[in-house]
């Protein structure tokens, strides 16, 4: 316990230092929308130089914003990130422990934060935090790891990835849509945006998007630019075209309802990119997707403020655990809104300047890996629990390419060190001491393939013809395995 007591103690001084010099909002609170993708990786935008893929909305929001070259997800795949964004916390703490895992009800999110403090909240799109694996379908109201019992007034969601004429469940009823994944959300969440223009609540909205996630199912004229790639990547890279336009949808929009000065538009991915699409996806990164290499964590990262944020380029390493303490700064939520302890920051000194360096490192622990980020150094160990360390300076080998752990031995040594403790502050969230009650006091539900749900049961042969769902229902959709509690994190990576 007496780690939680320092991790609470260090997020109360973080919220007072930081509001030694606060932004001026007063009763004005900002709207605050996250947007993220799914499974683009760091070197699949246009103003990071990608060789045939243009992204001009994405482009757009980095000129005007504060656009991180060194933003990671909270994890190597979906689920887990997701649980970070809510909570502020890494995700194993949460028990989401890979793909597909549900995040714990004992958790405080930052939904319910912010609905109890006066915003309107909504969720768009993918959500992925019910224990449900396999394609997704419309997130039902039965469903008790749904959005609306996380803290969202509407949802318009679907349980994983999602791709052209989806269906979606508003609020548990499903409703078919027309069009590219994409643009439906973003044109669900502009028509909630002015359902609630007049009522003068600020809102908490996350879209995230199921782009571009395979399978690729891209209209042909967004395909048509890539036409020398083999099939996959072209549509994968269409699939990233339609993305980038309903970016540009909801940033007009915003501009149109007269409230982009004073919205938080945060954009990022929930990993890294994917290692069999041409070109590269990681611009040149070690690892994609599932590895706790560079290019398996590290992501596009923008945070788009107008009335607040001067537009530049920043190398101060930021994750998705940051997002929910910095919101927390800036409406001035209590310490007691989040489970303790947290592992993000706030970012809100960033905001204003730039800053020589991070004051508290960056953990990973995924599966048979685990990572730790100081600034410019990181430790891996690729087989985790056992193997050896390795060590990187990323500031001269973002690749990774050379490991420093027998010439700096001093450095290798302090990093393992933290680590080790960091893991075990960890593993004691991940047993339930972190809790009022001192321990887990709903068992967390296996992982399931939603084809063995009961709640999906009645829907199965209606959709047997749906495409993306043929094949799933047709092969029965063996059960996804359940692990013992103590060896979850020694699943091999999906």
Not at 118 to 127: I, L, N, P
């Amino acid at each position: 316990m007496r780690a939680v007591g320092v991790a609470g103690r260090m997020f109360i001084c973080m919220i007072t230092s930081a509001f030694a010099a606060p932004i001026a909002l007063g009763t004005n609170r900002p709207h605050i929308i996250f947007v993220m993708a799914d499974d683009l990786g760091w070197g699949q935008t246009g103003h990071r130089g990608h060789p045939v893929l243009t992204t001009p909305n994405l482009d757009a929001m980095a000129a005007a914003g504060l656009r991180f070259e060194r933003f990671y997800a909270g994890g190597p795949v979906c689920s887990p990130t997701r649980a970070t964004v809510l909570t502020g916390r890494t995700h194993d703490r949460c028990g989401t422990l890979s793909h597909g895992y549900a995040l714990r009800r004992q958790e405080k999110t930052l939904a319910q934060a912010l609905l109890a403090a006066g915003y309107r909240t909504a969720h768009f799109g993918k959500w992925h935090l019910n224990g449900l694996a396999g394609p997704g379908v419309p997130v039902l109201a039965e469903d008790e790891y749904n959005p609306g019992v996380f803290g969202f007034e509407e949802w318009v969601s679907a349980s994983n990835y999602v791709d052209r004429d989806p269906l979606l469940g508003r609020r548990g009823t499903i409703e078919p849509f027309h069009g590219d994944s994409s643009e439906v959300i973003v044109a669900e969440a502009i028509r909630w945006l002015r359902e609630h223009r007049e009522d003068g609540r600020p809102v908490f909205m996350l879209i995230w998007y199921g782009s571009p996630h395979s399978p690729w199912r891209a209209a042909p004229q967004d395909c048509a630019p890539f036409g020398s790639l083999d099939s996959n990547s072209a549509q994968h890279h269409g699939e990233i075209v339609a993305m980038d336009r309903s970016l540009g949808e909801l940033r007009a929009a915003l501009r149109e309802l007269g409230i982009a000065e004073n919205t938080m538009l945060v954009f990022c991915s929930d990993n890294g990119g994917l290692p069999d699409i041409r070109p590269d996806t990681v611009g040149g990164l070690r690892g994609h997707k599932g590895s706790l290499y560079e290019g398996g964590i590290r992501v596009p990262g923008i945070i788009e403020w107008p009335s607040v944020i001067r537009p530049r380029v920043t190398s101060f390493p930021a994750c998705t655990m940051d997002l929910a303490p910095t919101v927390a700064d800036i409406v001035g939520l209590p310490p007691n809104a989040f489970i303790q302890p947290l592992d993000g920051i706030s970012l809100v000194p960033l905001f204003k300047r730039e800053l020589e360096s991070r004051p508290k490192p960056i953990g990973f622990r995924f599966e048979r890996q685990a990572a730790w980020i100081d600034n410019r150094w990181k430790l891996v160990l690729p087989k985790y629990p056992e193997g050896a360390a390795e060590l990187y300076d990323l500031e001269t080998d973002p690749a990774e390419t050379r490991d420093l752990s027998r010439e700096q031995p001093a450095a290798a040594e302090r990093m393992k060190l933290e680590l080790r403790r960091w893991l075990a502050s960890v593993e004691a969230s991940f047993e339930g001491r972190d809790y009022p009650e001192g321990r887990i006091t709903r068992p967390d539900p296996p992982r399931t393939r939603w084809t063995d749900s009961p709640l999906y049961q009645p829907y199965l042969e209606q959709w047997r013809e749906r495409w993306e769902y043929a094949k799933v229902i047709q092969t029965g959709g063996a059960q996804a395995p359940s692990v013992r509690r103590r060896t979850r994190r020694e699943e091999p990576t999906p």
